[in-house]
């Protein structure tokens, strides 16, 4: 999302150095800069707002798409502990010489 220039909240700045510079001097109280902030951030989030309100109205899809990506997590993390036991060379299930050995080792037993 585009941030809107700071001159359509405080039109006596034409950028964000200028307000920084009268905070730094001295004259812009932390309230006034609070509510700026305050402004700021419930502009950022109202598209976020509305779309939570949107999915508020399908409950079951949210199901949906918390279950497809937990599965697309689980395929992910599947590959990543993959990928981790291959590197430090602990693949045992996929070590046919490691299990081949193992068997020799026990029936000598």
């Known amino acids: 999302m585009p941030c809107s220039p700071i001159s ?31 402004q700021i951030l419930n502009e950022f989030l109202e598209p976020m707002r509305q779309r939570r309100h949107e999915f508020e109205q399908d409950i079951p899809e949210i199901y949906n798409i918390l279950r497809r990506g937990t599965e697309k997590a689980r395929e992910t993390a599947a590959q990543t502990m993959s990928e981790v036991r291959q590197a430090m060379q602990i693949n045992y299930f996929d070590d046919e010489e490691l299990i081949r050995s193992q068997a020799e080792a026990f029936r000598a037993k």
Do not use: A, I, T
Request: hydrophobic residues 25%; positive net charge.
């Open 8 to 38: 359509q909240y405080w039109p006596e700045y034409q950028n964000l150095d200028e307000l920084k510079d009268h905070y730094r001097r001295g004259g812009l109280g932390d309230m006034k800069c609070k509510k700026f902030l305050n």
